[in-house]
């Protein structure tokens, strides 16, 4: 089969990091445009300052990787979805629950996949971490996810905004490792949203979940964190307790450390390719219907101003 053109909407530093090399690094597709407004291209390959300006005057494409923030993402999914592209949604999928579930609509209208990538899900702990726990019995889970945004986000105005998450950005990672490998669906109960007073998105949170068999869950969320960084998921079950950590990266179980090969984007653009030869599309809004819940019913607690 020929490659799958694919243009990269967004040229930041998780396309830079993450999207481009998955890309060069998978025969299924190849690179045939950037888009943005303010960024630089790649040497070699066809770059536009819109996606109008793509459509319009670059060369074809059969699919697009939406990098941009999520505020603005809508939008363009429409565009490029109305011209028959496959769309590649960067988490969260959009700014909005709304948007997703219209943006999975109108894919399926005009027969184009749409596949909203959870990276955190194909970290190399999770698959194994998620067949281990469906044969037990759940009793508690602790989700402790801190880090420093200065080190993780510099400079990044939109995801203070509302819709870009605030410290949920990096902790809808761990709802979507969360969602996925818990053999039941959860719930939110409370959380308290610690909001800097001159932001518009919490710096740090404290959520109760449970599961629908009525095990608890709690998760702890901040990006004031200095030195090391924390991203782990302790589940405690009635055969001994699993951790998750470096986020999703490493899998201990009771008989030991898994230590496997971390290929989270990698998978990711696999799952996308088979995604569009067959024809389908991967909409899951768990993770982020989590997050909508937090916001609507979490308490505010305003805290001092912060600061790049």
Avoid at 86 to 112: D, I, M, N, Q, W
Avoid at 163 to 173: A, K, Q, S, T, Y
Wanted: hydrophobic share 45%.
């Amino acid at each position: 089969m020929d490659p799958i053109r694919i243009a990269v909407v967004g040229v930041g530093k998780i396309a830079r990091d993450q999207h481009l090399p998955a890309i060069a690094g998978n025969a299924a597709f190849s690179l045939a445009a950037t888009v943005s407004p303010h960024d630089a291209g790649v040497d070699g390959v066809s770059h536009h300052k819109s996606l109008d300006e793509l459509i319009a005057s670059g060369p074809a494409v059969d699919a697009v990787a939406l990098c941009t923030p999520p505020q603005v993402r809508y939008d363009l999914a429409v565009q490029a979805l109305d011209k028959g592209m496959h769309v590649f949604l960067e988490k969260p999928p959009g700014a909005t629950l709304s948007e997703c579930v219209a943006l999975s609509s109108r894919a399926e209208k005009v027969g184009a996949t749409l596949f909203a990538a959870w990276h955190s899900r194909f970290a190399a702990g999770v698959a194994p971490a998620r067949a281990w726990l469906a044969e037990r019995r759940i009793e508690s889970v602790s989700i402790v996810w801190r880090e420093d945004v200065r080190v993780w986000h510099p400079g990044q105005a939109w995801i203070w905004e509302p819709g870009g998450l605030g410290v949920f950005d990096p902790g809808i990672n761990a709802l979507s490792i969360l969602t996925h490998i818990l053999p039941r669906p959860v719930f939110l109960k409370t959380a308290t949203l610690e909001i800097p007073a001159n932001r518009a998105a919490p710096i740090a949170a404290q959520i109760d979940f449970r599961d629908t068999a009525g095990a608890p869950i709690h998760m702890d969320l901040d990006w004031r964190q200095t030195g090391p960084q924390s991203w782990d998921i302790v589940v405690e079950t009635d055969a001994g307790m699993l951790k998750l950590s470096n986020g999703g990266a490493v899998l201990t179980l009771p008989t030991g450390a898994e230590h496997n090969e971390d290929m989270e984007y990698p998978g990711l653009y696999a799952r996308f390719a088979n995604l569009i030869r067959g024809g389908r599309s991967d909409v899951d809004i768990a993770p982020l219907r989590l997050v909508a819940d937090a916001f609507l019913r979490g308490n505010r607690q305003a805290v001092d101003a912060f600061h790049d």
